[in-house]
């Protein structure tokens, strides 16, 4: 039998022990097991996972068992032991997402978010009533927005479709790595719901002036759908490093924004916070405003 289909075999094994472990989004192997299996001693286990953490300042999980808080340390391992598709597979199980693959989650919730508020019909009359209970434009639409959008069902619908769309296992643990990623990052203040609202309320902005509605404020400087550059996206493309002068191509958009994401995240770099959630909020102004000239093309 070659080494790659001992690989294989051994993978396959190792994961439909998970699955008939895995309780809701928990699971538990011991690390026995996982050792009788790749046929590796406890030395050799030990050996390894040190020369993981002087390679690249891993820190292992030194524990008796692995679960879904020291995966990381079990596809190390497995890697280690030369299971080279070990990550990929754990992955597309649902079972293991790296840093990179979760920013990419955190930039595809912006996009399908935006996206689907942008084609959400609007409700005229509930409009009408949340600007003239506000003093002002931007908290009628905030109120708005509250009222008709909920983020919890926001999150889970775009977790759903990034499984679907990514060919990864749907079940209790992926979605509850997507979901609570975001929810990690909204409790840090990194992604704000409030500000995707702000950016969609530019859209009930246009909508409240069609229809002649109370509050707008006919001063604004520029309409978000006139102009290929309004000032807000001009600031929003200097955030991310970019031109102001001209939207990108949205290939390099993203690959910018997942570069400089993955250079300033606090994991890595401690004082990156507030960078990171100013990032955040850049791309969503631009995805917002690419959301909603898709409605509105020229």
């Known amino acids: 039998m070659s080494a790659t289909d001992i690989e294989r075999r051994t993978l396959d094994e190792l994961l439909d022990e998970l699955e008939s472990v895995r309780v809701g989004p928990n699971w538990n192997l011991p690390v026995d097991y996982v050792l009788s299996l790749t046929e590796t001693s406890r030395e050799d286990y030990f050996r390894t996972l040190y020369q993981m953490e002087m390679d690249d300042n891993a820190r292992p999980d030194f524990a008796d068992e692995f679960n879904p808080e020291n995966t990381e340390t079990l596809v190390r391992f497995l890697r280690g032991c030369g299971y080279t598709s070990a990550e990929s597979r754990l992955h597309r199980a649902g079972y293991f997402f790296t840093t990179d693959q979760l920013l990419h989650w955190l930039e595809f919730f912006q996009s399908v978010t935006l996206s689907r508020m942008q084609n959400h019909p609007i409700d005229r009359e509930q409009l009408e009533i949340a600007l003239a209970g506000c003093r002002h434009f931007e908290d009628g639409a905030q109120f708005y927005c509250e009222c008709v959008f909920e983020r919890d069902e926001f999150i889970h619908f775009a977790a759903d479709l990034y499984l679907q769309r990514y060919q990864i296992a749907r079940h ?29 309320s530019e859209h009930l902005r246009a909508r409240a002036r069609e229809w002649g509605l109370p509050g707008v404020d006919e001063e604004e400087a520029e309409s978000w759908l006139h102009g290929a550059i309004t000032p807000e996206v001009a600031r929003a493309l200097r955030t991310l490093e970019l031109p102001a002068h001209r939207m990108p191509e949205p290939a390099k958009l993203k690959k910018q924004y997942r570069a400089l994401l993955k250079k300033y995240h606090p994991d890595v770099n401690p004082e990156g916070a507030e960078r990171t959630r100013q990032l955040i909020v850049a791309f969503s102004i631009i995805a917002g405003k690419r959301a909603q000239a898709r409605e509105h093309p020229a």
Do not use: K, N
């Open 172 to 200: 209790h643990l992926s979605l509850e790595i997507l979901e609570g990623f975001l929810l990690e990052r909204i409790r840090l203040g990194w992604l704000r719901w409030e500000d995707l609202c702000r950016i969609y």
